[in-house]
């Protein structure tokens, strides 16, 4: 991570050049875990898609701060990796369920888990849920079962994963990044259904991300 001070170019170039720049932080360890490398490659092709194209010539830019939020999941992701990967604890489920339910937070569609999507029933105290991508949360066993009646299982966690998913992002959106540690996930598919929920949300596909494959 560095400043950079860019120095004055024409409107028509493309190419910026820096006047100075100053070297905040670097990581040391995460460049010797294969996985925890891959994880921040997919770090920077997720921000990369979210990420507006930068207009450098934009004499307003310094006062836009729309994507300090951003910035903040992502730097905050890449101290976190490079700390667990320091103490050889690097467990890529963990890391990528942490930056992905920060990711939901920070963008505003964090899933609804407080009350149960189709009847409002209070989910703290149900013991079977499912999140619902297309309605943006979880519902209870309930009202799950009856949905899976109507249209099958499209768009639908299974029961077990999906209380584990609840319990997980309870952790991810109560606790402050640095203070979290590794997430004890036992069930894999909890992780792809987080997955299939951010594809949904942000209308991508798994395909746009390449280091995916070397993580999962």
Not at 9 to 35: D, G, M, V
Request: aromatic share 10%; charged share 25%.
């Amino acid at each position: 991570m560095m400043k950079v001070e860019l120095s004055h170019t024409r409107a028509t170039s493309e190419l910026h050049r820096a006047k100075e720049w100053l070297p905040l932080w670097s990581y040391e360890h995460i460049r010797l875990n294969y996985k925890a490398f891959s994880l921040l490659c997919l770090y920077a092709e997720v921000m990369g898609e979210l990420s507006p194209q930068e207009n450098l010539h934009d004499e307003h830019g310094d006062f836009d701060d729309t994507m300090e939020g951003l910035f903040r999941v992502l730097s905050n992701a890449v101290v976190h990796l490079e700390g667990r990967a320091s103490q050889k604890q690097c467990d890529p489920w963990s890391e990528l369920s942490i930056f992905l339910g920060k990711l939901l937070i920070e963008q505003g569609v964090f899933p609804i888990r407080d009350n149960c999507v189709f009847c409002d029933k209070v989910l703290n105290t149900q013991g079977a849920l499912t999140l619902v991508t297309d309605h943006g949360g979880f519902s209870c066993g309930e009202c799950a079962e009856h949905l899976v009646e109507e249209r099958g299982r499209e768009h639908l966690s299974g029961l077990q994963e999906g209380r584990e998913l609840w319990e997980i992002l309870g952790s991810v959106a109560n606790q402050r990044y640095q203070e979290l540690g590794a997430l004890k996930i036992e069930n894999p598919e909890v992780v792809h259904t987080l997955l299939h929920y951010f594809y949904y949300q942000f209308h991508f596909q798994a395909h746009q991300f390449k280091s995916l494959k070397m993580i999962l």
